[in-house]
C-alpha cells in the first residue's frame, strides 16, 4: 500500500539522512555566529539572521559539515560498499574542493579586482566600478573542522 502524501512528507522529514544533514548546517551556522558574535562582527539583528541561516565562510564550514554528516549516514544505513555510499562520498569530495579551492580562489579574485576598480575609480581613470561580489571560501583548518562536526553529526543520527 502506497503511503499518503501526508504520510510522504513525514517520512521525508523524520528520514535520518535528512536530519543528520539538516543538523549539521545548523550547527555550523550557529556556531560560525557565535564565533562572530564572540569577536564583534554582528551589529544588528539583521545580521545575527543572516549569519545564522544564510551566509557563507567562516569557522567552520557548513558545506563540508552538510557533505561529510550526509555521507557517513548513507554509509551506516546503506553500506560503505553500495552504489548510494559512492555517489554521496563523490558529491563530498567535490563540495569540499569546492569550498576552499575554487570558492576561496574565486574570491581573492574578486577582492583584487575591487581594490583594483576602485584605485582606478579614486585616481579617475574609470568614470564608474560596481563591484564584484566576493565570494567567501574556506580555510582548510575550517574545511576540517566543518568535516569533523559533519562526521559526529552523522554518526550521531547514524548509531544512536
Known amino acids: 500500500m502506497q503511503p499518503t502524501i501526508i504520510e510522504q512528507i513525514k517520512l521525508f522529514f523524520t528520514h535520518p539522512v535528512f536530519l543528520a544533514g539538516i543538523f549539521s548546517w545548523l550547527g555550523a551556522q550557529f ?15 539583521y545580521e545575527l539572521l543572516e ?20 555521507c557517513v549516514t548513507v554509509g551506516f544505513r546503506n553500506g560503505f560498499h553500495s552504489d548510494l555510499f559512492m555517489i554521496a562520498f ?11 579551492g575554487v570558492r576561496r580562489s574565486s574570491g581573492n579574485q574578486a577582492k583584487a579586482i575591487n581594490k583594483i576598480g576602485k584605485e582606478l575609480k579614486d585616481k579617475k581613470l574609470l568614470e564608474d566600478f560596481d563591484s564584484v561580489k566576493e565570494v567567501d571560501g574556506h580555510t582548510p583548518m575550517q574545511v576540517i573542522l566543518g568535516c569533523c562536526l559533519g562526521f559526529v553529526v552523522g554518526m550521531a543520527f547514524s548509531l544512536l
Do not use: C, E, Q
Open 31 to 45: 556556531i560560525k555566529t557565535f564565533i562572530n558574535l564572540i569577536y564583534g562582527r554582528v551589529h544588528s539583528v
Open 51 to 70: 549569519w545564522m541561516i544564510w551566509r557563507t565562510g567562516g569557522m567552520p564550514s557548513s558545506h563540508s559539515a552538510l557533505v561529510t554528516s550526509i
Open 90 to 100: 563523490t558529491l563530498m569530495l567535490i563540495v569540499i574542493r569546492d569550498a576552499f
